[in-house]
């Protein structure tokens, strides 16, 4: 499966490590690199040009992300991802999430929510003209902007790891369909409401019930509400 790999070019500043990391990450998310797939480090190295140590830094990372794990006689493998583990790590998401809003709505500055507010606003406008891939990339930038605000290197780097389920669950934030768009419009709204009032807990509490609707309209959560 290494062949299936695209080298790294050599022009990008970040450390090898980090760029080995993110190749990788993103050949699991995308489906590149199969649940089962077994990862050489050797084979890697050499489709990503570079040497093992960046690979074996990389998969260190992965492994404590729980995207790949090490078994028996077999080695490296990407993990395996059932219905049930993705809604479990939905949930643990909406709960990190909201705990961010709640910081947010303590420590973002007024520079912040007048930059959150413009995000809201281009959502608006992408919501309008039923702009996806601008959504998603507005989406994107707002829970960025919000995560960074906490000041807890922590939370950003857990909620990053987590990050990575979204693409192997085939989630998209924004809702799937055009008639979910207006829906996260109003909750995005409604959450940047809530920072501007300096009310963690109203600001949690819509944090965590827009990213639980995420997840249970993109079928997520399916499994766990028939339980």
Do not use: C, W
């Not at 970040?14 to 990450?25: D, F, M, N, V």
């Amino acid at each position: 499966m290494s062949s299936a790999v695209e080298p790294l070019a050599a022009a990008e500043t970040l450390s090898l490590g980090e760029r080995a990391y993110r190749r990788l990450r993103d050949s699991i998310v995308q489906g590149t690199l199969s649940a089962g797939s077994r990862i050489s480090e050797r084979g890697m190295a050499s489709a990503l040009g570079i040497s093992a140590q960046p690979v074996r830094d990389a998969l260190r990372r992965l492994e404590q992300d729980g995207l790949v794990v090490t078994l028996p006689r077999r080695g490296t493998v990407v993990a395996e991802f059932g219905p049930e583990r993705l809604a479990e790590l939905g949930r643990i998401r909406a709960a990190l999430e909201g705990v961010a809003a709640a910081l947010a709505a303590e420590r973002m500055s007024g520079t912040d929510l007048a930059t959150l507010a413009q995000v809201v606003r281009g959502m608006r406008a992408a919501t309008a003209a039923a702009d996806t891939e601008a959504l998603a990339e507005l989406n994107e930038r707002f829970h960025a902007i919000l995560q960074g605000a906490t000041g807890n290197a922590f939370l950003v780097k857990s909620l990053e790891a987590l990050r990575a389920y979204d693409g192997l669950g085939r989630l998209r934030a924004l809702g799937s369909t055009p008639k979910d768009m207006p829906m996260a419009l109003r909750e995005h709204t409604g959450i940047l409401t809530a920072l501007r009032a300096r009310d963690p807990a109203l600001a949690e509490a819509r944090m965590r019930a827009h990213v639980l609707r995420s997840l249970t309209t993109n079928g997520v959560l399916v499994a766990a509400r028939k339980n």
